[in-house]
Every structure is written in structure tokens, then in C-alpha cells.
């Protein structure tokens, strides 16, 4: 079976996808201030920029910055997940979340795409504002309670770093 490497990039911009393990949970909406608070604390130890992001029931979509010089979101995620999870109390464990620690509240891995171009970006925040639309919840984007839509409606604010 191939092996997938992650990119290793500092400063790298990056959309990713993270899914609870229950795809019919509402989770991460029903505890957001649980999540909101494994964010804080891990945007406090590491610090990296969240361009955009939304939160929707059972998974969210985020577009990030690393700081320069440093490549390790794997780190940082880790580290969320594991925030968010102590705080909740298990649901059915497999043997092998027993096996490895784990308490079965997310889905091992996540989807990553590094962000190529000002296009790539916009496309990606886009993404991210418009699909609580796509999944039904709202009509319009800036109705979902959970998104940075309502930090920030400049739709295209590209990272300093990008000339």
C-alpha cells in the first residue's frame, strides 16, 4: 500500500478538513466552547494564523498560516484534538482507539491542500464560508453562527508573506 508524506513547508498556507469519527454527530457545535477553547490555548503554545474557518456538526474546514521557519501543523492538530477530546466523555471505542489511546472522537487523519496562489486562497476561504450553505443549515453564508465569515466579510485578505 503507498505511503502519502505530507508536505513539509514553512510558512506554508494550508485548507484543511478535520471529521469527527461519527459523521451523524453534532458535536462540534453542541461543545463549541470546548473547541473554541482547545483552539485559544493551542493558538497561545504555537501560534499560527487562522484565515478562515467553519465549524459545522460532525467536522470543519480551516485555512491556516504557519508562522515562518516552521512547518509542523500535524503538531498542532494533534494537539486541538486531543484538547477538545479529553473534554468530552467517550462514546463507543473500537479496540483499536483502545490500542492506541485514542478516544474515538475524530477520524485519524485529516484532508490538507496547500494553498498555491491569491486564487487557491480565495477559492479555499470561499469554501469554507459557503458550505454550511451547501449542507443545507443556512441560505446565506453570514447566517451560520460558527464561521469567521462575521470576523472578517474582506473575502480575499491574502497572508502578508504572499508578494
Excluded at 447566517?143 to 465569515?149: A, E, G, R, T
Amino acid at each position: 500500500m503507498p505511503r502519502y508524506v505530507r508536505p513539509r513547508i514553512p510558512a506554508a498556507t494550508i485548507f484543511f478538513t478535520l471529521n469527527l469519527a461519527n459523521r451523524r454527530s453534532d458535536l462540534l457545535v453542541q461543545e463549541i466552547d470546548k473547541l473554541r477553547d482547545a483552539f485559544t490555548k493551542t493558538l497561545n503554545d504555537r501560534i499560527f494564523t487562522i484565515n478562515a474557518i467553519v465549524i459545522l456538526p460532525d467536522h470543519l474546514h480551516t485555512v491556516i498560516t504557519l508562522p515562518d521557519g516552521d512547518d509542523d501543523y500535524a503538531t498542532r492538530w494533534r494537539i486541538i484534538k486531543s484538547r477538545f477530546s479529553r473534554q468530552i466523555s467517550c462514546g463507543h471505542r473500537r479496540a483499536s482507539h483502545l490500542c492506541r489511546k485514542e478516544r474515538g472522537i475524530w477520524q485519524r487523519r485529516y484532508w490538507e491542500h496547500h494553498i498555491r496562489s491569491k486564487e487557491d486562497f480565495r477559492a479555499h476561504v470561499e469554501y469554507c464560508w459557503k458550505n454550511p450553505v451547501k449542507h443545507g443549515y443556512v441560505e446565506k453564508p453570514a447566517d451560520w453562527p460558527y464561521s469567521s465569515i462575521h470576523r472578517d466579510i474582506r473575502l480575499g485578505r491574502v497572508p502578508e508573506n504572499w508578494q
